[in-house]
């Protein structure tokens, strides 16, 4: 598939247009991504699993954490898989222009489109590697909730907060290079201050509050309340809704900001 096939029709692009552009560049990414590896598909199970499996002998068979929280393996990958979908999103997001110079340059397609192809892509990755927090939930005798019902919910939030923050790195690392590496120290930090390893209720009391300022807070518990119900508190998910709804705004402020600065520097 030729960009010029997509670029073409969408000089004055509508928004049925600029979706079936957006679907048609994070196929051809998928497919790119899939077709040079060995294992393809494989992968995107491979990194949460194995990471998982870690977490979960350290923290049953070194350090025994208490009975009566559930299976672990299931805690974990309730909140590690959209985890692996917002770090890598995040992270690629930093190199969004960078990678596509050429490209956003010369086609008439929205600019916004080369960090949302990164966030859908990673997002569909995120959606097939759910059967292994199926299979792992399943043989583990978790029970499913019907705070279930939230899930797509969580989905469409974090979709949300990571475009706003794909927004505004990826014009802002055109100009600062060191952002890069910034970036990839807070996610570093970001995963041990979010509730993957451990839950909300874990942290000590004072604490707690402090927790309510992160956006992923409220997200994961309420991925995770799909078996766990006792997660799930509405006020850190609505928390994360506001804060998905300001780096939104943020984020395409930003962007509109330095559009133009971008192509020049590019």
């Known amino acids: 598939m030729a960009l010029k096939d997509i670029d073409s029709p969408y000089r004055r692009t509508s928004g049925t247009r600029y979706r079936h552009a957006l679907w048609l560049l994070t196929a051809r990414d998928l497919k790119v991504r899939y ?4 294992l393809g598909y494989l992968w995107s199970i491979l990194d949460p699993l194995l990471m998982s499996l870690i977490y979960w002998f350290v923290f049953t068979q070194v350090f025994q954490r208490p009975a009566g ?25 930093t190199r969004a222009f960078l990678n596509a110079a050429k490209l956003v340059r010369s ?12 966030v859908l892509a990673k997002g569909i990755e995120f959606l097939l590697s759910l059967p292994v927090l199926v299979i792992f939930a ?32 990826a014009p802002l690392v ?12 807070i996610l570093r930090f ?35 309340s799909a078996f766990f119900a006792e ?5 850190l998910a609505l928390t994360s809704v506001g804060w998905a709804a300001i780096v939104i705004l943020i984020g395409m402020l930003v962007f509109r900001r330095f559009e133009r600065s971008v192509l020049k520097e590019l």
């Open 35 to 38: 077709s040079t590896s060995a």
């Open 69 to 93: 929280t559930g299976p672990y393996i299931v805690f974990l990958l309730s909140a590690l898989l959209p985890w692996m979908w917002f770090t890598s999103s995040v992270g690629d997001s």
């Open 107 to 118: 086609t008439a397609l929205p600019r916004t489109i080369w960090v949302n192809r990164i």
């Open 138 to 169: 399943i043989f583990s005798g978790a029970h499913l909730t019907w705070y279930a019902a939230l899930f797509p919910l969580a989905i469409v939030v974090q979709a949300g907060l990571t475009i706003g923050l794909g927004l505004i790195v």
């Open 174 to 185: 055109v100009f600062f290079r060191d952002l890069e590496r910034v970036v990839r120290l």
């Open 190 to 224: 970001a995963f041990y201050a979010s509730p993957i390893i451990y839950g909300t209720s874990d942290l000590p009391v004072a604490l707690q509050p402090w927790a309510a300022m992160n956006p992923l807070t409220g997200l994961f518990d309420t991925y995770r």
């Open 231 to 235: 997660s799930w508190n509405p006020w």
